[in-house]
């Protein structure tokens, strides 16, 4: 499985990162810009889904959402983040995210999300452990 993350490089999406990076098979490609992602040049590299940190970026999170799913619109996209209230969390969805997962999640929590969202279902989780 082949997978963008997007988000600056923190201690959260370093661990993000490493924990992606267990899964075998799987390959990540990392990005903080969210500009010009419909133009990525590794022909290589064709994601199935992405990972967004929107903790990382200082615009509206809808907003955000909204770009990154015009330029990649075929690919699912999980949102990582800090809200575990589902009044926060719904207009993600409606915004275009396939799925939630709340920062703080275990490994096997993330392998799941992102399984689940690549596999066309709506995941959310606000529980971490």
Known sequence: ?????LGKYTFITQT?????????EWNLKRRYSTDDLDTINDPSFDCDIVLLHISDYRTSS??????????LDSVPLLVLGQYD???????????????YLQNGSSESKL???????????????????
């Open 62 to 71: 809808e907003l955000l959402i909204k770009k990154v799913t015009s330029q």
């Open 16 to 24: 993000i990162a490493q924990m992606l990076n267990s899964a075998e």
């Open 85 to 99: 209230d589902d009044l926060l969390i719904e207009p993600l969805i409606e915004a275009g995210a396939s799925g």
């Open 1 to 5: 499985m082949d997978i963008l993350l």
């Open 111 to 129: 392998q799941k999300a992102v399984k689940a969202v690549v596999s066309n279902e709506q995941y959310i989780s606000t529980e971490f452990t």
